[in-house]
């Protein structure tokens, strides 16, 4: 599984911006999508995920009715869609694959990666 992540930049403080991954090199019917990120000096920090064929989604506490994980098979493609966007949103955010559910929120148990685009948002 090959995953492009794109879309990052930077955006105030309450803006939106919406994330994409392209996704190609094996049939994704079985695996969980999901975002990481990772802020200047932290470590990576589970964002959100969708079960690829059942639509269902798990988000983090920090981001849950901000932002929404979609895919779109036709295109094999994730997104992110990130509203009111605030100053600790900052981080390079990375797209992942595995074959668990949903409930898995551990960067450890994704096997694929994509390269992750940086976003900013300042004041």
């Known amino acids: 599984v090959q995953l492009q992540a794109s879309g990052g930049g930077a955006v105030q403080a309450g803006g939106s911006l919406r994330l994409s991954c392209a996704v190609s090199?094996?049939?994704?019917?079985?695996?969980?999508m999901a975002w990481f990120r990772q802020a200047p000096g932290k470590g990576r920090e589970f964002v959100g995920n969708?079960?690829?064929?059942?639509?269902?989604?798990n988000y983090a506490d920090s981001v849950k009715g901000r932002f929404t994980v979609s895919r779109d098979p036709a295109k094999n493609t994730l997104y992110l869609q990130m509203n009111s966007l605030k100053l600790e949103d900052t981080a390079i955010y990375y797209c992942?694959?595995?074959?668990?559910?949903?409930?898995?929120?551990?960067?450890?148990?994704?096997?694929?990666w994509g390269q992750g685009t940086l976003v900013t948002v300042s004041s």
């Open positions: 969708i079960r690829w064929i059942i639509d269902n989604t």
């Open positions: 090199g094996r049939e994704l019917d079985w695996h969980t």
């Open positions: 992942a694959a595995g074959r668990q559910g949903v409930t898995q929120t551990l960067d450890v148990a994704y096997d694929y």
